[in-house]
């Protein structure tokens, strides 16, 4: 599994270091003709904030989709530390195999999925909160169908949650009540409420007006400094730059460039980068 | 016109109506409703023969005449050895015939809530069967009140065809009543009407089901 990326960090064939807690290496993906990874390697360490940077198309969002199983990558391998560890290359070779073999793959894809969502808990750029629940159901939806946590219990963490982002007011509204700003906070809530070891946020604030953009950053920040260990993707680039402990950038499918904010931002080293950032940056020049 | 035929045959009607025709379309759309879901899943099934089944299924009720489906199931089975009374073979027909229909409207109906529903519900841990039933189904059922309320407007009056295979509703009790007194335009006349009333009520009771499943949606 040798890939050709460079960077100082420990590849792939290095052995984890003890505080690694996500790894994920060589995940590969098409749609169709469209090959969207191409053998991607990803390292997030515990309390670490990872930002996935990079173009609409160059594969950030089916990275992020991957770790949770919303995406089953075609190869490569995620693996936490503490389990589970899918292998989706041994997932694609099960699916072409007799019925038996199948059968049995079929069976371990669904653990192997079922396992990735115990780990990790996914903030989606459309919020997707559930449209005829109150934002107290919607937070409680996992904890009391899926824990099994007393209904109590749950409600009192949920209130707990929703108060820190300054929506102890809204428990009883439905989603469609409150505005964009609002819904996300719900929508980071119930990935809170889950208890996850990782949070992964596909674009949170693309979606909002900007003038709702800054409340959902500021609690995302929060929980950066509380410790949370999160995977963002993100066209936010100043907030990646403050928050962000590794920057990743891809394009085409692959990871062209990976650093420290301060090094990405500044002084990247890749052409393609220093394009990307231009671009962006400098969007009327 | 003979007022005292229409006064004196409005309760033998209404009652026809209200022990035959209502109870019969009760009891098949109830059950008709659970076979549609089930045919709606087999169509959705990523099984082809699974989905294969329910294509067929619903080919076959949509393409064959309810009235022929009356017949075959009353009147045919005996000769395979399988007999029905009137109403079990009525219930058994317009169930089926629902099943159909119905399948369509809720298929297109779970199609209808969006992709990021069963997301957000795999994604708080939730199996796809849990998602289907109390994020997925919520959200098509609101959606599917308008068409399965024709549907079952449609049974109320398609009920009146089990009177072929003598069961006693309101259909038939018309007809008895304009055999008896040779008033066909008046007793016909006065049935019609009373079906008229029955589906005003229960485009009622559709109005009040959808007002109450409207109040998680923006306006």
């Not at chain 1, 991957?66 to 989706?88: K, R």
């Not at chain 1, 820190?164 to 809530?189: C, F, M, W």
């Not at chain 2, 169509?43 to 080919?59: D, E, K, T």
Request: glycine share 8%.
């Amino acid at each position: 599994m040798s890939r050709t990326e460079p960077s100082d960090r420990p590849g792939p064939s290095d052995r984890p270091v003890p505080d690694t807690l996500l790894t994920a290496r060589g995940i590969e993906k098409s749609f169709g003709e469209n090959h969207v990874l191409r053998g991607v390697d990803l390292e997030v360490r515990r309390g670490e904030v990872v930002a996935l940077i990079g173009a609409s198309g160059s594969g950030k969002t089916t990275v992020l989709r991957s770790l949770n199983g919303l995406e089953t990558p075609d190869a490569g391998m995620v693996e936490f530390n503490g389990g589970p560890a899918v292998d989706f290359g041994a997932q694609a070779a099960a699916a072409t195999g007799g019925w038996g073999v199948r059968r049995e793959g079929a069976r371990q894809a669904k653990a192997d999925r079922a396992a990735l969502r115990d780990r990790s808990a996914m903030v989606f750029q459309h919020h997707n909160l559930f449209p005829h629940r109150t934002v107290l159901d919607n937070v409680i939806e996992g904890p009391t169908q899926v824990k099994r946590i007393p209904r109590a219990t749950a409600v009192g963490r949920a209130e707990e949650l929703l108060a820190r982002v300054g929506l102890a007011d809204k428990r009883d509204a439905y989603p469609h009540e409150l505005s964009g700003g609002q819904q996300q906070r719900v929508g980071i809530v119930r990935a809170l409420a889950l208890e996850p070891d990782l949070l992964l946020f596909d674009e949170p604030t693309s979606a909002l007006d900007p003038e709702l953009v800054g409340e959902v950053l500021s609690v995302m920040k929060e929980l950066a400094d509380e410790g949370w260990t999160m995977v963002v993707v993100t066209h936010e680039l100043q907030f990646a730059r403050q928050v962000a402990d590794e920057v990743l950038f891809l394009d085409g499918g692959v990871v062209v460039e990976r650093g420290a904010p301060a090094q990405i931002f500044s002084d990247p080293a890749e052409e393609r980068t220093r394009r990307f950032l231009d671009r962006i940056l400098h969007p009327l020049d | 016109m003979d007022w005292q035929l229409v006064a004196d045959s409005f309760w033998p009607l209404l009652r026809g109506g209200l022990v035959g025709t209502i109870p019969l379309a009760l009891a098949s759309f109830a059950i008709g409703l659970v076979l549609a879901l089930v045919v709606a899943l087999l169509r959705l099934s990523p099984n082809r023969m699974l989905s294969w089944i329910g294509r067929a299924y619903v080919s076959l009720i949509r393409g064959t005449p309810l009235l022929v489906q009356l017949f075959i199931i009353f009147y045919g089975l005996p000769q395979l050895g399988v007999r029905f009374d009137p109403w079990p073979a009525a219930i058994i027909a317009f169930s089926m015939n629902v099943g159909g229909y119905a399948a369509e409207v809720i298929r297109a109906a779970i199609l209808s809530v969006p992709k990021g529903q069963w997301e957000a519900g795999w994604t708080v841990g939730m199996s796809p069967v849990r998602t289907l039933r109390r994020i997925v189904l919520p959200q098509a059922a609101r959606v599917s009140v308008p068409p399965l309320s024709n549907t079952f407007i449609s049974l109320v009056k398609d009920t009146s065809l089990a009177t072929v295979i003598l069961v006693t509703e309101m259909f038939r009790k018309a007809q008895e009543i304009a055999a008896f007194s040779n008033e066909f335009m008046v007793v016909y006349t006065e049935a019609a009407l009373i079906y008229w009333m029955f589906c005003t009520v229960l485009a009622t009771g559709q109005n009040a089901i959808e007002k109450r499943l409207d109040r998680y949606v923006a306006h």
